[in-house]
């Protein structure tokens, strides 16, 4: 007979040891580290002996296929970052800050759900039942006929939920409250979110019903608990936002039955989330046109395009090691790109504190953002204005050339219809597409950029050094 080992979990970060420790090596936390019996781990069954196993049948690669039934929730935005509305017996792990607005979502989807005809039931285990209907009646969501209780046993609400016409849809508010009786260990801790995650999973398979938890998040943003319940689910949603403004962002990080890169635009107001249709008129709003170092960036998000403002301040440092700050853009992308200008562009800024914004809060990952931020530092180095009526998009290689990106259609004509007359893009960002309305200039180089800009600069007094080599 096999020696049965135990292992021993930090309740915090999940890692696994051999042997009990003060101190978790992974996570640096005291007292976290609790044994844990290979008969509540995963792969238990396993561990414990393996019983005669069943045949199965093994199909061919080659075959038919039919896409996957959709549950639209009445949400468009919702719909655009799910992949088109939730599959049956999907699961759905959404993330957020708290006080984001990720229950007002829930609540606002179960509630149109419901309106249609679906049996949706809402399980909170933050909140009691009078809570939740006050946050309903609110938003003015009262009279819809979703289900509600106030539960942290996953036993009893799979047991509940098995009762009556199978539900379209479970919201699990959230999944860090939840235990089982299958794992020894306290509500919130790594094994019963483990545990509790599988029991759930496990009745969305077997029963077809779609279910969403709600998760927490740590410190950094990363959703708390186990990074195995992130690959168990089928995709895995962030709400993003700050609190000082009143948009929030939803963005596929995982999923299974669609794309992962697109997001939905939500305003928060007074009765709830309202949502965007045209985020780019949002993103610019208030902006001035005529200060330097500001450049819009004509980008794109999955396969909406978003037009948003990119600001940067360049500024002379007294401090022998220059500052670089960012805000929603990649500081390694920023260290690139000045660079890039110092290589190739002929520019001076060593000797400068460098700040980069991406206006609004958004964050923006891809690379076609490289010429919008050149500019912006190009204009604000030399106080020179760029034109308003402009856009910016493009790839810098680190020899200083400009590569094209996808979808230079698309950007354009978004560009278009919000007023904009001129491009600054990549040679060939037309290419095989039909002709844009905007006047497009085509940069090929970094230097050529750096040149026409500073060729726009206000004369500086003779006395004072400049920064252009």
Not at 346 to 355: A, C, N, P
Not at 449 to 459: F, N, Q, S, W
Request: contains cysteine; neutral net charge.
């Amino acid at each position: 007979m096999a020696k049965s080992h135990t292992t021993f979990v930090c309740q915090n970060c999940g890692a696994v040891a051999q042997r009990w420790q003060g101190k978790c090596e992974a996570c640096n936390e005291w007292n976290t580290m609790t044994e844990e019996a290979p008969s509540s781990g995963i792969g238990a069954r396993a561990v414990a002996g393996m019983g005669k196993g069943r045949v199965f049948a093994l199909e061919a690669l080659q075959g038919g296929g039919r896409e996957a039934p959709r549950i639209h929730s009445g949400i468009a935005e919702l719909d655009r970052v799910t992949g088109g509305g939730f599959v049956p017996g999907s699961v759905i792990l959404i993330g957020g800050e708290p006080g984001i607005g990720k229950s007002t979502l829930l609540i606002q989807a179960c509630a149109r759900l419901a309106l249609l005809g679906r049996r949706v039931v809402y399980i909170s285990g933050e909140e009691a039942v009078a809570q939740v209907r006050l946050r309903a009646s609110r938003l003015g969501l009262a009279d819809s006929p979703v289900e509600l209780a106030a539960e942290t046993s996953v036993d009893d609400i799979i047991a509940t939920l098995k009762q009556g016409e199978r539900p379209a849809l479970v919201v699990i508010d959230s999944i860090q409250t939840m235990w089982t009786s299958a794992a020894e260990a306290s509500p919130g801790t790594v094994t019963q979110v483990r545990m509790s995650a599988q029991a759930l999973i496990r009745y969305a398979k077997t029963t077809g019903a779609c279910v969403i938890m709600v998760g927490h998040v740590t410190k950094d943003g990363q959703i708390a608990g186990p990074r195995v319940v992130e690959h168990m689910v089928d995709a895995v949603v962030s709400f993003e936002g700050e609190g000082g403004r009143q948009f929030r962002i939803l963005r596929a990080v995982k999923n299974r039955f669609g794309p992962t890169d697109e997001i939905g635009v939500f305003e928060m107001t007074g009765a709830g989330l309202s949502e965007v249709t045209n985020p780019s008129a949002l993103f610019l709003a208030g902006r001035d046109a005529s200060a330097p170092g500001a450049a819009v960036l004509a980008g794109m998000e999955g396969t909406r395009p978003v037009l948003v403002e990119i600001q940067a301040l360049v500024a002379p440092t007294s401090l022998g090691t220059p500052r670089r700050a960012v805000v929603g853009w990649d500081p390694a992308r920023l260290s690139m790109v000045l660079a890039v200008l110092e290589a190739h562009g002929g520019l001076r800024l060593g000797q400068h504190d460098v700040y980069l914004n991406v206006a609004g809060g958004l964050r923006i990952d891809e690379p076609a953002a490289d010429l919008a931020a050149a500019a912006a530092l190009i204009s604000s180095l030399t106080g020179s204005a760029l034109p308003g009526d402009g856009v910016y998009f493009g790839e810098i290689a680190l020899s200083g050339a400009v590569r094209p990106v996808s979808h230079g259609g698309h950007r354009l004509k978004e560009a278009a219809k919000l007023g904009f007359r001129s491009a600054v893009a990549p040679p060939g960002a037309l290419e095989g597409q039909e002709k844009s309305p905007l006047t497009l200039s085509a940069c090929g180089h970094i230097a050529s950029l750096v040149a026409d800009i500073a060729a726009r600069a206000p004369k500086r007094n003779p006395q004072r050094p400049t920064a252009v080599s």
